[in-house]
């Protein structure tokens, strides 16, 4: 698709959703593209949608360069899955509810997206969640980073993480005695 | 502190055997996004990650969520819960988060703070406001928190002036949510609403920074709560009052 509006940018995305594209183009560090819809890119990521309401969408590809392909591809991926997604009803039950905490707990679909992605793919994914100023996924990716430490022992949270330990012996026993009252359980 | 690139210590340098060893990603996010991922895991978890590595060491002390829950520390109201072992789990709840607010780093900014404890046990009861307050002083240091929520189960054996002193303790807080504070209902000016309690003309709240106070009720007798939030917007200027009616 050749159109070729170098100034008219602004001006058409005040014509929202008429004749113009309602999608938008990413490109991938390495190089790939991706479409992505418009709305769903705008909703979803703060950076996107300061891009598109400043007109520095690329329509032959908007550079990311921070993003490797597989990571935008899940970005990508997510979004549509969003956009056809249907909200869960109560966004916010009260306002001074306890359960009223920023956070909504991952749904099912979002559950199986991260799910589904491998070890490196998840971490790529908070990056460009972050990168892109995306809260939800940035929530969701990290909210699944931190099942995969909960309830487990700090040597099997390394074994999970390649954490490598880079304490004395003597330097655990001193923090384990200085923070005696969070180790109530040893 | 945004779109940090990854940095990537040691994991790029090989071991000479040629064996590559798995990287390290999540050590190598920015404190922030660990933050975010600890903010999910309980209180007492949290602070145990000190264990991992150095990298880890003081980050649960700049942690801008705070989120003490006493079903952390198995305090439950099961009735095969013997008193002592509720009075124990008690103890090293309430020691935790002395010492929690204690260490946490009083210079980064807190963004979210929630004790939650359902004491319904009439022997607990008592216990709540000296932890919850801290005797006043390490709460009250925390002058750049935005957001405080304490929730008490309905209570009677709540003293008014327990009451009293877990308001007065977060008085630099900004927003303030309180949840089931009851009272005795014989008293003069005093106007019971089914979330919050204030009362008149005795100097109840010293939270003079609020800039949030969100107040529910069910009935406004004789535009009582509408008198009193005259008065008590006039004592905390800067408060931004919301009236909701179920």
Known sequence: MEVDKGKGEAEETRKVAEADRDTVTLKSSD???FEVSKEAAARLSTVLAGMIAGGSIDDNGTDLKQIGSEALENVVDYCNKHANSIPSAALISSSIS???????????WERKFVDRLSHDALFDLVEAANFLGMERLLD???HKISEMMKGKSPDQIREVFNIKNDYTKEELEEIR?????????? | MKGVAKMQPETTK?????????????SA????LLHAILSFLPAPQVVRTCLLSQRWRHLWRSSPYIKINEQDFGISLRPQMTHASLDEKWARFEDFAANLLLFHDNTSSLDEFLVCAQIQSYDLAFKLPPMASSNGI?????????????????????????QRGLLGSLYLTWILYCQKFISAPDYEWEIERKNITLQRGRGTLHCRQLKLIEVLYEHDHDHQLIELLWWFGRSV??????????
């Open chain 2, 29 to 32: 996010l920015p404190d922030a």
């Open chain 1, 98 to 108: 306890f359960n009223t905490a920023p956070f909504k707990e991952p749904e099912e």
């Open chain 1, 140 to 142: 969701v990716t990290c």
């Open chain 2, 138 to 162: 390490v709460l009250a240091k925390m002058d750049s928190l935005v957001e405080a929520m304490i929730e008490i189960a309905e209570n009677e054996t709540l003293s008014q002036n327990a």
């Open chain 1, 177 to 186: 005695q200085e923070l005696a009252w969070a180790f109530y359980d040893d």
């Open chain 2, 14 to 26: 090989k071991p000479a055997d040629g064996l590559t060893s798995p990287a390290d990603w999540l």
């Open chain 1, 31 to 33: 190089g790939k593209l």
């Open chain 2, 237 to 246: 200027p800067d408060a931004i009052i919301n009236l909701t009616k179920f």
